[in-house]
């Protein structure tokens, strides 16, 4: 099997005409064990990781502009993401172990659309957008719109990812990301909660985000739940109450991590988690 | 393919196939056994290295990856027969079992101390996090880690 290394976009789409049976590596941590569980051999692979192109990040019209080959290391020891998209920071620093980080790349957690990949419910919650490019020319689309089930995306044959464009959120806005595992390191989700919470002025929440990992086919994302409690203070009967409608709408399964009973209960309650930050706010408040 | 890398700071040149993995490439080709494999699919750490510095690991990487990088494997640790602070550590807080992942544990204990020179205990376990002991020593290896950046840092060994 041949290996090929791009250095550039211009150098990458010729080599996807001339093998259009490749295989596209980024870090390889889904890719290499996937091919030797199932002992697929597809007759050439194309690298991702010497593409310069795809390895930047830097900030463009109030967004982040992750290159999808930034591995998910960087996105851990990266300044920037840690201060302004703490959810993804979370979900980075959470995901697999050291050097699994040090390969797996965003881009490669997007393209493996598994409904734990830990990077997609803090995209969801801050409205990112997929830069997707082909010999053709690029498109761009939401994420909930690139991603179409488990293992599914809306990848054309012949297009790679390019680029994952997150918007920065406003001064003031809380977001975060609470994983359930196992374990507390290299541990896929039981279930996860990404939440982007934009305060009001009197310390109730404003624009309510909410996106769930691991109970559902894919990101679960609940706008009712968001309604709810849209312009309410976020106490803990009020939580209770919209972890009562998250457990009943999520959509888990029974699996060998866990049942999918727990996992509707988990969905509810990691919504408890956002008491503490009512307390906060009125202790701001007061 | 011929790869050309470096490893253990010697320039070599391996005529190998481009999807080798860099384990069996070590082992098998090498002779160096000091990566070990044991899940093969990035679970345990057992086969961790260092690519440019960074812990990688050599079960989920193919040889044509190696490609003009700096690779350092747990035999090019100790310098001839003077172990490495970090080794010397383990050794003397008996962090060194059945040592099946002694090599990998050592390799990522030189990854976390190049990041974080003065680490927590919690900082250590969390860095070691991927790198599995099957005789649970982890306490006197996280005592290991911690000891050897002391030593680093200028305490007395
Ligand atoms: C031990 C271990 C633990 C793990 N733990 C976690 C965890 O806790 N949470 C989690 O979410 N994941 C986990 N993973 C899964 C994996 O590490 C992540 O999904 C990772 O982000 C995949 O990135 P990669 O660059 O390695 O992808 P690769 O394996 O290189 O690629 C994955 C798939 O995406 C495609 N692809 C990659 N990049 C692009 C692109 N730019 N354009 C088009 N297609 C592309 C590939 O063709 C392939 O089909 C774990 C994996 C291992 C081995
Ligand atoms: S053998 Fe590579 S991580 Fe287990
Ligand atoms: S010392 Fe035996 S596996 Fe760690």
Redesign the interface.
Known sequence: ???F?PRTLAELWPLKAANPESAVMAG??DL??RL??TGERPPA?I?L?RLAELRRMSIEGGGLRIGAAVTI?ELAASEIVRDALPALWQAAAAL?????R??ATVGGNMCTASPAGDTLPPLYVYGAAVAVAGAAGCRRLPIGDFILGPGRTSLAPGEIVTDIIVPLPTGGAFSAYYKVGKR???AIAVASLAVCIVRTADGAAGKVRLAWGSVGPTVISLPAVEAFLAGKRLAPDVLRQAGAMAAAAVLPIDDVRASAGYRRSLAGNLLLKLAALGDDEQEDGR | MIVRFTLNGRDVAIET???RRVVDLLREDLGLTGAKECC????C?AC?ILVDG????SC???A??L?GRDVLTAEGVAAGDRLHVVQQAFVDCGAVQCGFCSPGMVL?TL??LRRNPSPTREEAR??L???LCRCGNYQKIVDAAVEAARRLNGGAG
Do not use: W, Y
């Not at chain 1, 697999?96 to 699994?100: N, T, Y």
């Open positions: 099997m041949e290996v290394f390889g941590t290499l064990v030797r569980k692979i690298a990781e290391g697999g172990s050291p050097p699994v040090h390969g507390r390191a290299m | 196939t481009a999807d093969g699919a990035g679970e750490g961790t960074e812990s990688r690991l989920l990487l193919l044509a990856q490609e990522a990854d976390l969390s860095a996090s991927g790198n």
